[in-house]
């Protein structure tokens, strides 16, 4: 893993929800290696646990791993509550957490529309909440919530998913304004289609099908999105809040 570009993050402590694999864990390693303490969180504490461990041997860093129930606002609270008492109060908090429950609408189950919404936008809400009141004493914050091209542009049999990242969008807008005069800035990263396990499962023939439409011609890695979380949790980006940016290798255009 090529890595040569580095944000001073010392002091630091990050949170990064849905850490334990993919995208998650890659800006994890990121922060970590630019001296943050992070903390990464996943539904079970084990495999938290076991992944903070690999990402700390990998980079030499301090980071746990905790187990969250991202769409439950108690859980959450718990979690930010943790990490605050054992690493310090939370300044940088990447909103990564979501799943996928795929179908057209007219089959669209209520419970798949609920869980998307709850793990995807619900998530991002409670932890912004739950984190918001350290920041604001530190005078000092980076909101960083992962949505998604279809969050811009939409995608048949995604009904709830592009709902979940658009509002993804508005909310980050709003938080934005919000904090603005507290030296707290709030940005959107928007990936297009990254190798993960989410596209693992695409078939070949959608996957031309994308790749015909990407003016770069490949899909994404996860380091092309943390190379982006890693500038906007720095002080480099200190002038930037409110921003959507599109890591789709020019799909969105």
């Given at each position: 893993?090529?890595?040569?570009?580095?944000?001073?993050?010392?002091?630091?402590?990050?949170?990064v929800t849905g850490?334990?694999?993919?995208?998650?864990?890659?800006?994890?390693?990121?922060?970590?290696?630019?001296?943050?303490?992070?903390?990464?969180?996943?539904?079970?504490?084990?495999?938290?646990?076991?992944?903070?461990?690999?990402?700390?041997?990998?980079?030499?860093?301090?980071?746990?791993?905790?187990?969250?129930?991202?769409?439950?606002?108690?859980?959450?609270?718990?979690?930010?509550?943790?990490?605050?008492?054992?690493?310090?109060?939370?300044?940088?908090?990447?909103?990564?957490?979501?799943?996928?429950?795929?179908?057209?609408?007219?089959?669209?189950?209520?419970?798949?529309?609920?869980?998307?919404?709850?793990?995807?936008?619900?998530?991002?809400?409670?932890?912004?909440?739950?984190?918001?009141?350290?920041?604001?004493?530190?005078?000092?914050?980076?909101?960083?919530?992962?949505?998604?091209i279809i969050g811009?542009?939409?995608?048949?049999?995604?009904?709830?998913?592009?709902?979940?990242?658009?509002?993804?969008?508005?909310?980050?807008?709003?938080?934005?304004?919000?904090?603005?005069?507290?030296?707290?800035?709030?940005?959107?990263?928007?990936?297009?289609?990254?190798?993960?396990?989410?596209?693992?499962?695409?078939?070949?023939?959608?996957?031309?099908?994308?790749?015909?439409?990407?003016?770069?011609?490949?899909?994404?890695?996860?380091?092309?999105?943390?190379?982006?979380?890693?500038?906007?949790?720095?002080?480099?980006?200190?002038?930037?809040?409110?921003?959507?940016?599109?890591?789709?290798?020019?799909?969105?255009?």
């Open positions: 893993m090529s890595d040569t570009h580095t944000t001073d993050l010392t002091g630091k402590v990050a949170l850490g334990t694999r993919g995208i998650g864990r890659t800006c994890a390693l990121f922060l970590a290696r630019d001296g943050a303490r992070v903390a990464i969180c996943g539904r079970n504490p084990n495999t938290a646990r076991e992944a903070a461990e690999g990402i700390a041997a990998e980079c030499g860093g301090d980071v746990r791993g905790y187990g969250c129930e991202i769409s439950e606002p108690g859980s959450v609270a718990g979690l930010v509550k943790q990490v605050a008492a054992e690493l310090g109060p939370i300044g940088i908090l990447v909103n990564n957490a979501g799943i996928t429950r795929d179908g057209l609408l007219m089959r669209m189950k209520d419970d798949d529309w609920n869980a998307v919404l709850h793990a995807n936008l619900f998530g991002a809400f409670y932890a912004c909440r739950a984190v918001a009141r350290d920041m604001v004493k530190q005078r000092w914050g980076r909101i960083i919530n992962v949505s998604s811009l542009r939409g995608q048949a049999g995604q009904a709830n998913y592009a709902a979940s990242k658009a509002g993804l969008i508005g909310f980050t807008k709003s938080l934005a304004q919000e904090f603005g005069s507290r030296n707290i800035t709030a940005n959107v990263v928007a990936p297009g289609y990254i190798e993960t396990d989410m596209t693992a499962v695409l078939s070949e023939e959608h996957r031309s099908g994308i790749l015909s439409q990407v003016p770069l011609g490949r899909l994404g890695s996860c380091e092309d999105i943390a190379h982006v979380v890693r500038f906007l949790a720095g002080e480099g980006s200190g002038y930037m809040t409110g921003a959507v940016l599109q890591v789709d290798g020019g799909l969105g255009m």
